[in-house]
């Protein structure tokens, strides 16, 4: 019998270099033999979305169509949330409730989801779920950098058939690379649109320069008003606007790899659950293929859902950014809170802020990319990233 190759291979051992230096996303894929993939598989060594769509979806995306150049091949968008909201999720709990229902139906036999370790509510722990518990028990993002991919090795020695993997761009990247090496029948994957991870202590430094107790943060996001809305312990709501972020301070807080990141949209997932396309309070469900549908289908019947919608001009607001995120302006709060409330009033909303969102992102890591990395420029930048900020002019510099 011959032993696959990558059985031969042996885990990074800990605090060793990883082969995308800097750049390394701390997916997990290295603490495992499939390391052995990696110079194709990570996302930091070798950017394939398009071979990898054409593989995920039957197709790469239409650059000339305006959805699918921003947010990936697709079948079908939409806005929505759970009737009956799980408690303590982070939204209404979809992604958790798509899971259940995968594993109680018995469509998959295990979940790669993320809980947190018992000391440490951010401090990321992936597990292979095979109850409904240990899924609910992962509910709440973790906004921290997370080796998810780090128990693939136990996916291959459980016998695992049939896996559901819950994860963010890079993760969902060198997962699609080696999922032929699995020993799969089926796979299914969820993705969440991610931006802007860090280090846990890059998490510490954020919380204490942005939110008023640091200590009782149980989850926050960037959201469509504008502002940052931090929960806390005892139910209560901080609003901080984007405007008045410490940015001098915070500029070097976020990963290389989030800053040299453009998949955003995390197009090569079946099915994305998010908010960034959706209106104030539901959440952006895009389908991408049949499997997605079929993932969606299961939990239908839970949700309320309706149209996207797209309103508002992001561009000024953009080239705006692009400048004062440069040359790390921070405004006055009251100047910063002002400025939030006229923007959540006339400003982009629907998709048109998801578009806004992405393009902020993806001019500063061109910057970035083309500041610390020139020589990866070229073939690290995709395609229609390069297209999306060819419609901005950017520092000479």
């Given at each position: 019998?011959?032993?696959?190759?990558?059985?031969?291979?042996?885990?990074?051992?800990?605090?060793?270099?990883?082969?995308?230096?800097?750049?390394?996303?701390?997916?997990?894929?290295c603490?495992?033999?499939?390391?052995?993939?990696?110079?194709?598989?990570?996302?930091?060594?070798?950017?394939?979305?398009?071979?990898?769509?054409?593989?995920?979806?039957?197709?790469?995306?239409?650059?000339?169509?305006?959805?699918?150049?921003y947010?990936?091949?697709?079948?079908?968008?939409m806005?929505?949330?759970?009737?009956q909201?799980i408690?303590?999720?982070?939204?209404t709990?979809?992604v958790?409730?798509?899971?259940?229902?995968?594993?109680?139906?018995?469509?998959v036999?295990?979940?790669?989801?993320?809980?947190?370790?018992?000391?440490?509510?951010?401090?990321?722990?992936?597990?292979?779920?095979?109850?409904?518990?240990?899924?609910?028990?992962?509910?709440?993002?973790?906004?921290?950098?997370?080796?998810?991919?780090?128990?693939?090795?136990?996916?291959?020695?459980?016998?695992?058939?049939?896996?559901l993997?819950?994860?963010?761009?890079?993760?969902?990247?060198?997962?699609?690379?080696?999922?032929?090496?699995?020993?799969?029948?089926?796979?299914?994957?969820?993705?969440?649109?991610?931006?802007?991870?860090?280090?846990?202590e890059?998490?510490?430094?954020?919380?204490?320069?942005?939110s008023?107790?640091?200590?009782?943060?149980?989850?926050?996001?960037?959201?469509?008003?504008?502002?940052?809305?931090?929960?806390?312990?005892?139910?209560?709501?901080e609003?901080?606007?984007?405007?008045?972020?410490?940015?001098?301070?915070?500029?070097?807080?976020?990963?290389?790899?989030?800053?040299?990141?453009?998949d955003y949209?995390?197009?090569?997932?079946?099915?994305?659950?998010?908010?960034?396309?959706?209106?104030?309070?539901?959440?952006?469900?895009?389908?991408?293929?049949?499997?997605?549908?079929?993932?969606l289908?299961?939990?239908?019947?839970?949700?309320?859902?309706?149209?996207?919608?797209?309103?508002g001009n992001?561009?000024?607001?953009?080239?705006?950014?692009?400048?004062?995120?440069?040359?790390?302006?921070?405004?006055?709060?009251?100047?910063?809170?002002?400025?939030?409330?006229v923007?959540?009033?006339?400003?982009?909303?629907?998709?048109e802020?998801?578009?806004?969102?992405?393009?902020?992102?993806?001019?500063?890591n061109?910057?970035?990319?083309?500041?610390?990395?020139?020589?990866?420029?070229?073939?690290?930048?995709?395609?229609?990233?390069?297209?999306?900020?060819?419609?901005?002019?950017?520092?000479n510099n």
């Amino acid at each position: 019998m011959t032993i696959a190759a990558h059985k031969k291979a042996k885990a990074l051992k800990p605090n060793s270099p990883k082969p995308a230096k800097e750049l390394c996303s701390e997916c997990g894929l290295c603490d495992t033999y499939y390391i052995h993939y990696v110079k194709d598989a990570c996302a930091f060594l070798n950017q394939q979305m398009a071979e990898l769509e054409n593989s995920a979806h039957q197709r790469s995306r239409n650059l000339d169509d305006d959805n699918e150049l921003y947010f990936g091949v697709h079948q079908d968008m939409m806005a929505a949330r759970k009737k009956q909201p799980i408690e303590g999720a982070q939204w209404t709990g979809i992604v958790s409730t798509i899971a259940c229902e995968m594993l109680t139906r018995g469509l998959v036999e295990g979940v790669v989801c993320v809980q947190n370790s018992k000391e440490d509510r951010f401090q990321p722990v992936p597990i292979i779920a095979t109850t409904t518990d240990e899924i609910l028990a992962a509910k709440v993002n973790k906004p921290t950098l997370s080796p998810n991919l780090s128990v693939l090795e136990q996916i291959e020695k459980s016998g695992l058939k049939k896996l559901l993997v819950i994860g963010v761009g890079c993760q969902i990247q060198a997962l699609r690379a080696v999922q032929d090496q699995l020993g799969l029948e089926k796979l299914y994957v969820l993705g969440t649109p991610c931006v802007d991870n860090v280090s846990r202590e890059g998490l510490k430094k954020f919380l204490e320069t942005t939110s008023r107790s640091p200590e009782t943060v149980v989850h926050y996001e960037f959201m469509q008003d504008f502002r940052i809305h931090f929960k806390h312990e005892d139910g209560s709501i901080e609003k901080v606007p984007f405007f008045g972020l410490k940015t001098n301070v915070l500029k070097d807080v976020f990963a290389p790899s989030c800053m040299s990141c453009f998949d955003y949209t995390n197009g090569l997932a079946d099915l994305v659950v998010g908010y960034m396309g959706a209106t104030f309070g539901w959440q952006w469900i895009v389908v991408r293929n049949e499997t997605g549908q079929e993932m969606l289908d299961l939990v239908k019947d839970k949700l309320d859902t309706q149209p996207v919608i797209s309103k508002g001009n992001r561009k000024e607001a953009v080239q705006q950014g692009i400048t004062a995120y440069d040359q790390a302006v921070t405004l006055p709060m009251w100047v910063a809170k002002l400025m939030g409330l006229v923007i959540d009033k006339i400003g982009p909303q629907g998709l048109e802020y998801a578009r806004f969102t992405i393009d902020s992102h993806f001019t500063r890591n061109y910057l970035y990319v083309k500041r610390n990395h020139p020589e990866k420029l070229e073939n690290h930048v995709p395609e229609f990233a390069k297209k999306i900020v060819s419609q901005y002019k950017l520092p000479n510099n």
